[in-house]
């Protein structure tokens, strides 16, 4: 058997006909940049997050550089976030010359860890980006209170937490901004690169409107110096004819999910999901100690894994200059040599579910 850590040809097949249509429908109509199709995402997206506004971007990356423009932090500013997540988190904040400042995550979920969170705050501290990891939320609920005692930006990474909730909130709710990747990968993912900022904040929404398309508030005027971030309209149609499909397969990976924390071996650490949470398993990250054996052993069994994230940010090769070593933040290290995502995605069949853990069990 063969089976890859993600399967999007099979996402596809269960759709076709859907995706084909909307996607003649858009060439039919040539209208590839703004217009009707990235509106009508716009506005199913943002009922489907109970938002205000959804701003269509390019990428979740540049949701996230939007997000830090319209957050009013200046040079040197620090903005907090953890180094168990991807580049583009810290890269953004980079972007507008703020400052990483990085708290370590918690072991059980593997999320920023909320005490620490809040001894870290400074008087610089001007923002923090916190992240939606694998899926789950960290306790929002704290988090926007600690914000609101020092007067700080909330901003989401909801780069893998599309339908995830914190007490039955999605992202959104709790932070003053959010940000979502379609990237192809992703639980909602488009055929290329895309990205969504939601906010329930009118004057963050209009500003960070008016910046993904270069500043304009008419077709021939710009209020200031803009970005070219737009979502186009191929990608928008993709992803509003996946969204009705959304729940159903968050509820297979959910299903899925429950089926390994019963039948994986005790030797293999369960992902945590937390009272409060609605773990959407956008990975399904198990914890083992031989985790490089039992990667190479299912690789030889057909069997893709992956690390996410195998160097944490604070010992990247870009962040040299920040200064960090090894023992700066032990859990994010600990975590990066126990991590294992193992095939996770709704198409998955019983058998495939069977075979990846009688693999499982055959190794220990
Ligand atoms: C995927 C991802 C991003 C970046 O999204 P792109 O669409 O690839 O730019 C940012 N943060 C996290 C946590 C991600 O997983």
């Not at 168990?84 to 860890?113: H, Q």
């Not at 990747?181 to 290329?192: E, I, R, V």
Request: glycine share 6%; with cysteine.
């Amino acid at each position: 058997m063969n089976i890859p850590l993600v399967d999007l040809k099979a996402n596809y097949l269960s759709i076709k006909k859907e995706i084909d249509s909307a996607i003649q429908e858009v060439i039919e109509n040539s209208s590839f940049i703004m217009g009707k199709y990235v509106k009508k995402f716009e506005e199913n997206f943002a009922r489907f997050c109970k938002v205000k506004h959804v701003v269509g971007c390019s990428s979740g990356t540049t949701a996230l550089h939007l997000a830090l423009l319209v957050s009013g932090i200046s040079k040197g500013d620090e903005v907090i976030t953890v180094p168990n997540t991807f580049i583009a988190t810290t890269e953004c904040i980079s972007y507008i010359g703020g400052r990483i400042k990085f708290v370590d995550v918690d072991p059980e979920a593997a999320l920023i860890n909320v005490e620490k969170l809040e001894k870290s705050v400074t008087p610089k501290t001007k923002a923090i980006i916190a992240v939606h990891l694998y899926g789950q939320m960290p306790d929002m609920q704290r988090i926007r209170e600690i914000a609101d005692d020092h007067q700080l930006l909330l901003i989401e990474d909801a780069a893998q937490a599309h339908a995830a909730e914190w007490n039955r909130h999605q992202p959104g709710y709790y932070g003053d901004v959010a940000t979502f990747s379609f990237f192809p990968a992703k639980n909602l993912g488009c055929f290329g690169d895309g990205g969504a900022v939601v906010t329930n904040d009118d004057d963050l929404g209009e500003k960070v409107r008016i910046l993904v398309n270069h500043g304009r508030i008419t077709k021939y005027e710009h209020l200031v110096e803009g970005y070219n971030y737009r979502l186009d309209a191929l990608q928008a149609s993709i992803l509003d004819a996946k969204l009705p499909y959304l729940p159903k397969w968050i509820e297979m990976r959910r299903k899925h999910a429950a089926f390994y924390n019963e039948s994986l071996p005790e030797e293999v650490g369960r992902p945590f999901e937390a009272m409060g949470a609605k773990h959407v398993y956008y990975m399904y990250v198990i914890r083992v100690s031989k985790r490089d054996e039992l990667m190479s052993y299912l690789k030889e069994h057909g069997i893709g894994c992956g690390i996410h994230y195998p160097i944490p940010l604070h010992l990247q090769p870009a962040y040299k200059n920040l200064g960090f070593t090894q023992g700066s933040f032990p859990v994010s290290e600990t975590l990066a040599k126990e991590m294992l995502s193992i095939p996770l995605y709704p198409e998955l069949t019983e058998e495939q579910l069977t075979y990846i853990v009688d693999n499982i069990k055959q190794f220990f």
